[in-house]
Protein backbone atom coordinates (compact mmCIF):
# COMPACT_ATOMS: atom_id res chain seq x y z
CA UNK A 1 0.00 0.00 0.00
CA UNK A 2 1.60 3.33 -0.94
CA UNK A 3 2.51 5.68 1.79
CA UNK A 4 -0.87 7.40 2.66
CA UNK A 5 -2.79 9.59 5.92
CA UNK A 6 -2.76 8.19 9.40
CA UNK A 7 -5.97 9.63 10.83
CA UNK A 8 -5.06 11.29 14.28
CA UNK A 9 -7.00 11.16 17.74
CA UNK A 10 -8.38 14.85 17.17
CA UNK A 11 -9.76 13.97 13.45
CA UNK A 12 -7.06 14.74 11.04
CA UNK A 13 -5.14 13.01 8.56
CA UNK A 14 -1.21 13.21 8.62
CA UNK A 15 0.94 12.34 5.92
CA UNK A 16 2.02 8.85 6.47
CA UNK A 17 6.44 10.03 5.77
CA UNK A 18 8.00 12.82 6.42
CA UNK A 19 11.24 15.11 5.20
CA UNK A 20 13.11 16.03 8.11
CA UNK A 21 15.23 19.61 7.71
CA UNK A 22 16.72 18.54 11.01
CA UNK A 23 19.91 15.97 12.03
CA UNK A 24 22.21 16.76 8.64
CA UNK A 25 20.06 19.97 7.72
CA UNK A 26 20.07 21.74 11.48
CA UNK A 27 21.80 25.35 11.24
CA UNK A 28 22.09 25.40 7.41
CA UNK A 29 19.65 26.34 4.94
CA UNK A 30 17.68 23.33 3.65
CA UNK A 31 15.77 24.75 0.55
CA UNK A 32 17.27 23.17 -2.19
CA UNK A 33 16.45 19.89 -0.32
CA UNK A 34 13.46 20.50 1.06
CA UNK A 35 12.03 21.28 -2.61
CA UNK A 36 13.87 18.41 -4.07
CA UNK A 37 11.78 16.18 -1.55
CA UNK A 38 8.26 18.68 -2.39
CA UNK A 39 9.26 17.86 -5.86
CA UNK A 40 9.57 13.69 -5.35
CA UNK A 41 6.49 13.61 -3.94
CA UNK A 42 6.90 14.51 -0.41
CA UNK A 43 4.14 16.84 1.31
CA UNK A 44 4.72 16.32 5.30
CA UNK A 45 7.88 18.15 5.98
CA UNK A 46 9.37 18.26 9.91
CA UNK A 47 11.21 21.00 11.03
CA UNK A 48 11.88 22.84 14.85
CA UNK A 49 12.18 26.22 15.85
CA UNK A 50 16.04 24.60 17.48
CA UNK A 51 16.76 23.65 13.40
CA UNK A 52 17.55 27.42 12.69
CA UNK A 53 16.08 26.88 9.43
CA UNK A 54 12.18 27.22 9.07
CA UNK A 55 12.92 29.67 6.10
CA UNK A 56 13.51 26.68 3.93
CA UNK A 57 10.07 25.95 3.85
CA UNK A 58 8.36 28.56 2.45
CA UNK A 59 11.62 29.30 0.28
CA UNK A 60 11.01 25.46 -1.14
CA UNK A 61 7.25 25.71 -1.62
CA UNK A 62 7.82 29.35 -3.57
CA UNK A 63 10.45 27.50 -5.89
CA UNK A 64 8.26 24.46 -6.55
CA UNK A 65 5.20 26.61 -6.99
CA UNK A 66 3.34 24.44 -4.09
CA UNK A 67 0.57 26.34 -2.20
CA UNK A 68 0.90 25.88 1.39
CA UNK A 69 -1.99 23.90 2.02
CA UNK A 70 -0.77 21.17 0.05
CA UNK A 71 1.82 20.62 2.73
CA UNK A 72 1.79 19.31 6.13
CA UNK A 73 4.21 21.35 8.18
CA UNK A 74 5.13 20.46 11.71
CA UNK A 75 7.11 22.26 13.99
CA UNK A 76 8.58 22.20 17.08
CA UNK A 77 9.31 23.91 20.83
CA UNK A 78 12.45 23.83 22.51
CA UNK A 79 13.31 26.45 25.43
CA UNK A 80 17.28 26.01 26.70
CA UNK A 81 20.48 27.78 25.52
CA UNK A 82 20.19 30.56 22.94
CA UNK A 83 16.61 29.22 22.20
CA UNK A 84 12.54 29.68 23.82
CA UNK A 85 13.55 32.72 25.88
CA UNK A 86 9.68 34.30 24.53
CA UNK A 87 7.53 31.62 26.22
CA UNK A 88 5.30 28.95 23.88
CA UNK A 89 2.90 31.46 22.42
CA UNK A 90 5.19 33.82 20.88
CA UNK A 91 7.97 31.29 20.16
CA UNK A 92 5.29 29.91 18.24
CA UNK A 93 4.57 33.26 16.02
CA UNK A 94 7.89 33.67 15.73
CA UNK A 95 7.71 30.53 14.04
CA UNK A 96 4.92 31.27 12.02
CA UNK A 97 6.52 34.18 11.17
CA UNK A 98 9.86 32.22 9.88
CA UNK A 99 7.26 30.04 8.32
CA UNK A 100 5.41 32.68 6.70
CA UNK A 101 1.94 30.80 7.31
CA UNK A 102 -0.77 31.57 9.98
CA UNK A 103 -1.09 27.81 11.44
CA UNK A 104 1.21 25.14 12.04
CA UNK A 105 -0.40 21.55 11.20
CA UNK A 106 1.26 20.13 13.94
CA UNK A 107 3.32 21.92 16.79
CA UNK A 108 5.59 19.55 19.16
CA UNK A 109 6.86 20.03 22.68
CA UNK A 110 10.27 19.17 21.30
CA UNK A 111 11.72 17.26 24.48
CA UNK A 112 10.64 17.33 27.85
CA UNK A 113 13.78 18.57 29.04
CA UNK A 114 13.50 21.75 26.77
CA UNK A 115 10.41 22.83 28.36
CA UNK A 116 11.90 25.30 31.44
CA UNK A 117 8.53 24.75 33.43
CA UNK A 118 6.68 22.18 34.35
CA UNK A 119 5.33 19.51 32.06
CA UNK A 120 1.37 20.50 32.84
CA UNK A 121 2.24 24.05 32.53
CA UNK A 122 3.37 23.83 29.32
CA UNK A 123 0.68 21.94 27.86
CA UNK A 124 -2.01 23.73 29.18
CA UNK A 125 0.02 26.85 27.01
CA UNK A 126 -0.21 23.92 23.87
CA UNK A 127 -3.65 23.46 24.30
CA UNK A 128 -4.37 27.49 24.69
CA UNK A 129 -2.27 27.55 20.88
CA UNK A 130 -4.28 24.83 19.64
CA UNK A 131 -7.45 26.44 20.38
CA UNK A 132 -6.60 29.95 19.48
CA UNK A 133 -6.28 28.33 15.84
CA UNK A 134 -2.44 28.88 15.98
CA UNK A 135 -1.49 24.58 16.12
CA UNK A 136 -4.24 22.84 14.00
CA UNK A 137 -2.95 19.96 16.20
CA UNK A 138 -0.45 19.33 19.04
CA UNK A 139 1.46 17.05 20.46
CA UNK A 140 5.29 15.86 21.88
CA UNK A 141 8.32 14.44 21.08
CA UNK A 142 10.84 12.13 22.95
CA UNK A 143 8.52 12.02 25.89
CA UNK A 144 8.91 8.81 27.92
CA UNK A 145 6.58 6.65 29.72
CA UNK A 146 6.54 8.73 32.71
CA UNK A 147 6.77 11.77 31.00
CA UNK A 148 3.71 11.15 29.28
CA UNK A 149 1.87 9.54 32.29
CA UNK A 150 2.49 13.07 34.05
CA UNK A 151 1.35 14.83 30.97
CA UNK A 152 -2.19 13.01 31.06
CA UNK A 153 -2.50 13.28 34.12
CA UNK A 154 -4.22 17.15 33.96
CA UNK A 155 -4.12 17.39 30.21
CA UNK A 156 -7.48 18.23 28.79
CA UNK A 157 -6.37 17.49 24.94
CA UNK A 158 -4.59 14.24 24.48
CA UNK A 159 -1.39 14.44 22.27
CA UNK A 160 -2.01 13.58 19.00
CA UNK A 161 1.98 12.34 18.58
CA UNK A 162 4.68 11.65 20.09
CA UNK A 163 7.57 11.78 17.91
CA UNK A 164 10.51 9.58 19.45
CA UNK A 165 13.42 8.17 17.57
CA UNK A 166 12.58 4.45 16.74
CA UNK A 167 14.17 1.81 14.50
CA UNK A 168 15.09 -1.85 15.93
CA UNK A 169 17.46 -1.18 18.18
CA UNK A 170 15.54 1.53 20.40
CA UNK A 171 12.35 -0.59 20.10
CA UNK A 172 13.08 -2.47 23.48
CA UNK A 173 13.61 0.93 25.36
CA UNK A 174 10.82 2.42 23.89
CA UNK A 175 8.00 -0.36 23.85
CA UNK A 176 6.89 0.86 27.23
CA UNK A 177 5.49 4.19 25.79
CA UNK A 178 4.58 3.19 22.39
CA UNK A 179 2.13 0.59 24.76
CA UNK A 180 0.80 4.06 26.51
CA UNK A 181 0.85 5.84 23.46
CA UNK A 182 -1.53 3.14 21.89
CA UNK A 183 -3.69 3.10 25.04
CA UNK A 184 -4.67 6.74 24.34
CA UNK A 185 -4.43 6.69 20.59
CA UNK A 186 -1.18 8.85 20.21
CA UNK A 187 0.06 7.96 17.31
CA UNK A 188 4.06 7.38 17.19
CA UNK A 189 6.57 9.30 14.75
CA UNK A 190 9.62 6.95 14.49
CA UNK A 191 12.51 9.51 13.33
CA UNK A 192 16.04 8.25 12.57
CA UNK A 193 14.41 5.00 11.33
CA UNK A 194 17.78 4.64 9.52
CA UNK A 195 19.93 4.43 11.96
CA UNK A 196 21.11 0.83 11.56
CA UNK A 197 22.90 1.86 8.41
CA UNK A 198 24.20 5.71 9.27
CA UNK A 199 25.73 4.62 12.55
CA UNK A 200 25.70 1.34 13.35
CA UNK A 201 26.25 -0.86 10.59
CA UNK A 202 27.59 -4.33 11.02
CA UNK A 203 25.19 -5.17 13.76
CA UNK A 204 22.95 -8.19 14.64
CA UNK A 205 19.89 -6.52 12.59
CA UNK A 206 21.64 -6.47 9.24
CA UNK A 207 21.29 -9.86 8.68
CA UNK A 208 17.32 -10.49 9.27
CA UNK A 209 16.94 -6.98 7.10
CA UNK A 210 18.99 -8.44 4.58
CA UNK A 211 16.71 -11.60 4.41
CA UNK A 212 13.64 -9.63 3.85
CA UNK A 213 14.86 -7.55 1.49
CA UNK A 214 15.87 -10.30 -0.93
CA UNK A 215 12.43 -11.89 -0.54
CA UNK A 216 10.79 -8.98 -1.37
CA UNK A 217 13.95 -7.64 -4.18
CA UNK A 218 14.11 -4.41 -2.11
CA UNK A 219 16.95 -2.20 -0.53
CA UNK A 220 17.67 -2.76 3.42
CA UNK A 221 16.77 0.98 3.65
CA UNK A 222 12.91 -0.13 2.08
CA UNK A 223 12.71 -3.07 4.66
CA UNK A 224 13.61 -0.66 7.76
CA UNK A 225 11.15 1.51 6.36
CA UNK A 226 8.72 -1.06 6.06
CA UNK A 227 9.74 -2.07 9.84
CA UNK A 228 8.62 1.73 10.86
CA UNK A 229 5.07 0.79 9.09
CA UNK A 230 4.40 -2.57 10.76
CA UNK A 231 4.72 -0.51 14.17
CA UNK A 232 1.54 1.77 12.74
CA UNK A 233 4.05 4.95 12.84
CA UNK A 234 4.62 7.45 10.72
CA UNK A 235 8.27 7.79 9.13
CA UNK A 236 10.26 10.97 9.94
CA UNK A 237 13.69 10.51 7.21
CA UNK A 238 15.66 13.00 5.34
CA UNK A 239 17.98 12.78 2.02
CA UNK A 240 19.89 14.78 0.14
CA UNK A 241 19.78 12.49 -3.08
CA UNK A 242 16.71 12.35 -5.43
CA UNK A 243 17.27 8.82 -6.00
CA UNK A 244 17.19 7.89 -2.47
CA UNK A 245 14.10 9.48 -1.75
CA UNK A 246 12.54 8.08 -4.68
CA UNK A 247 13.81 4.48 -2.98
CA UNK A 248 12.03 5.79 0.59
CA UNK A 249 9.00 6.47 -0.84
CA UNK A 250 8.68 2.85 -3.23
CA UNK A 251 9.35 1.18 -0.22
CA UNK A 252 5.58 2.51 0.30
CA UNK A 253 4.74 -0.01 -2.45
CA UNK A 254 5.86 -3.33 -0.86
CA UNK A 255 4.33 -5.97 0.19
CA UNK A 256 4.65 -5.54 4.39
CA UNK A 257 7.14 -7.53 6.28
CA UNK A 258 5.49 -10.97 7.94
CA UNK A 259 4.85 -11.19 11.20
CA UNK A 260 7.64 -14.02 11.00
CA UNK A 261 10.21 -11.27 9.59
CA UNK A 262 9.18 -8.64 11.55
CA UNK A 263 9.74 -11.19 14.96
CA UNK A 264 13.13 -11.49 13.41
CA UNK A 265 14.08 -7.56 13.19
CA UNK A 266 12.31 -7.01 16.53
CA UNK A 267 15.02 -9.92 18.26
CA UNK A 268 18.25 -8.92 16.66
CA UNK A 269 17.45 -5.34 17.57
CA UNK A 270 17.06 -6.20 21.30
CA UNK A 271 20.69 -7.46 20.74
CA UNK A 272 21.94 -4.16 19.91
CA UNK A 273 22.77 -0.74 21.33
CA UNK A 274 19.97 1.59 23.27
CA UNK A 275 20.69 5.09 21.09
CA UNK A 276 18.41 7.22 22.18
CA UNK A 277 21.30 10.13 21.62
CA UNK A 278 18.73 12.76 21.46
CA UNK A 279 17.98 12.42 25.45
CA UNK A 280 21.54 11.27 25.92
CA UNK A 281 20.63 7.89 27.01
CA UNK A 282 22.82 5.86 24.55
CA UNK A 283 24.13 2.49 26.35
CA UNK A 284 26.61 1.12 24.75
CA UNK A 285 26.47 -2.36 23.49
CA UNK A 286 24.83 -5.96 24.94
CA UNK A 287 26.38 -8.56 23.11
CA UNK A 288 27.32 -7.64 20.42
CA UNK A 289 30.99 -6.25 18.17
CA UNK A 290 29.69 -2.79 17.01
CA UNK A 291 30.92 0.41 17.42
CA UNK A 292 28.79 3.11 18.72
CA UNK A 293 30.14 6.97 18.53
CA UNK A 294 28.05 8.87 20.94
CA UNK A 295 27.30 12.18 19.68
CA UNK A 296 26.67 14.78 22.84
CA UNK A 297 22.90 17.15 21.47
CA UNK A 298 23.21 18.86 18.88
CA UNK A 299 20.58 21.19 20.39
CA UNK A 300 23.17 22.91 22.86
CA UNK A 301 26.25 23.42 20.47
CA UNK A 302 26.84 26.62 19.68
CA UNK A 303 27.44 27.47 15.79
CA UNK A 304 26.55 30.05 13.16
CA UNK A 305 23.34 30.10 11.46
CA UNK A 306 22.92 30.90 7.78
CA UNK A 307 19.47 32.75 8.97
CA UNK A 308 21.49 34.87 12.17
CA UNK A 309 24.09 34.02 14.46
CA UNK A 310 24.13 31.72 17.54
CA UNK A 311 23.68 34.42 20.08
CA UNK A 312 24.16 32.41 22.58
CA UNK A 313 27.53 31.35 21.65
CA UNK A 314 28.79 35.20 21.26
CA UNK A 315 26.48 36.03 24.87
CA UNK A 316 28.86 32.98 26.54
CA UNK A 317 32.03 34.56 25.23
CA UNK A 318 30.89 38.11 26.15
CA UNK A 319 30.88 36.65 29.93
CA UNK A 320 34.30 35.10 29.08
CA UNK A 321 35.54 38.28 28.32
CA UNK A 322 34.03 40.55 31.33
CA UNK A 323 35.40 37.77 33.38
CA UNK A 324 38.53 37.92 32.29
CA UNK A 325 38.72 41.81 32.53
CA UNK A 326 37.88 41.92 35.92
CA UNK A 327 40.37 38.99 37.26
CA UNK A 328 43.17 41.44 35.75
CA UNK A 329 41.53 44.29 36.92
CA UNK A 330 41.60 42.64 40.57
CA UNK A 331 45.12 41.32 40.10
CA UNK A 332 46.56 44.91 38.90
CA UNK A 333 44.53 46.56 42.08
CA UNK A 334 46.36 43.91 44.21
CA UNK A 335 49.83 44.21 42.89
CA UNK A 336 49.15 48.28 42.76
CA UNK A 337 48.52 47.85 46.86
CA UNK A 338 51.01 45.68 47.49
N1 LIG B 1 12.28 15.12 17.55
C1 LIG B 1 13.59 14.97 17.62
O1 LIG B 1 14.22 15.16 18.70
C2 LIG B 1 14.36 14.57 16.39
C3 LIG B 1 15.67 14.09 16.51
C4 LIG B 1 16.35 13.71 15.34
C5 LIG B 1 15.71 13.81 14.10
N2 LIG B 1 14.43 14.30 14.02
C6 LIG B 1 13.76 14.48 12.70
O2 LIG B 1 13.94 13.33 11.93
C7 LIG B 1 14.54 13.67 10.67
C8 LIG B 1 15.35 12.51 10.16
O3 LIG B 1 16.35 12.15 11.10
P1 LIG B 1 17.60 11.28 10.66
O4 LIG B 1 18.41 12.06 9.68
O5 LIG B 1 18.28 10.78 11.87
O6 LIG B 1 16.85 10.09 9.85
P2 LIG B 1 17.31 8.74 9.17
O7 LIG B 1 16.19 8.38 8.26
O8 LIG B 1 17.68 7.71 10.18
O9 LIG B 1 18.60 9.09 8.35
C9 LIG B 1 18.56 9.85 7.18
C10 LIG B 1 19.96 9.84 6.60
O10 LIG B 1 20.22 8.53 6.11
C11 LIG B 1 21.12 8.63 5.04
N3 LIG B 1 20.98 7.42 4.23
C12 LIG B 1 19.86 6.94 3.68
N4 LIG B 1 20.11 5.80 3.02
C13 LIG B 1 21.41 5.54 3.17
C14 LIG B 1 22.28 4.50 2.71
N5 LIG B 1 21.82 3.49 1.97
N6 LIG B 1 23.58 4.58 3.05
C15 LIG B 1 24.06 5.60 3.79
N7 LIG B 1 23.29 6.63 4.25
C16 LIG B 1 21.98 6.59 3.94
C17 LIG B 1 20.70 9.90 4.33
O11 LIG B 1 21.86 10.46 3.73
P3 LIG B 1 21.87 11.00 2.21
O12 LIG B 1 21.64 12.47 2.30
O13 LIG B 1 23.25 10.64 1.75
O14 LIG B 1 20.79 10.28 1.47
C18 LIG B 1 20.17 10.79 5.45
O15 LIG B 1 21.10 11.76 5.86
C19 LIG B 1 15.34 14.93 11.00
O16 LIG B 1 15.65 15.69 9.86
C20 LIG B 1 14.38 15.65 11.93
O17 LIG B 1 13.38 16.31 11.19
C21 LIG B 1 13.74 14.66 15.14
Redesign the pocket.
Known sequence: MPFGKVTLNDGREIPEI????????KRQDATPFVAQALQSGFVHV???QA?QNEESIPAALKETNMSRDKVWITT?YWKGGPYGSLGIRNELLKSLERLQTSSVDLY?I??PEGLGDTIANSWEQFEAVAQEGLAKSIGV??FTKPDLEELMSSAKLTPAVN???L?PYTLAQQQPVIDLCRKHGIVIEA?????L??RYPGGPVDEPVRKAAERLNA???QVLLAWVRSKGAVV??????AE?LQ?YLAAGDLPPLTNEEIAAIDEAGRQGPVALE?RGLTKGFENTGVIITFQPDPLISGRVSRFGTDSWARSSKSLLLVVLLLVFVCLRRTSVSL
Open positions: AFGTGSVWDTAYKLHGSNQIQNYSPLRITTPVVTTSSKRES
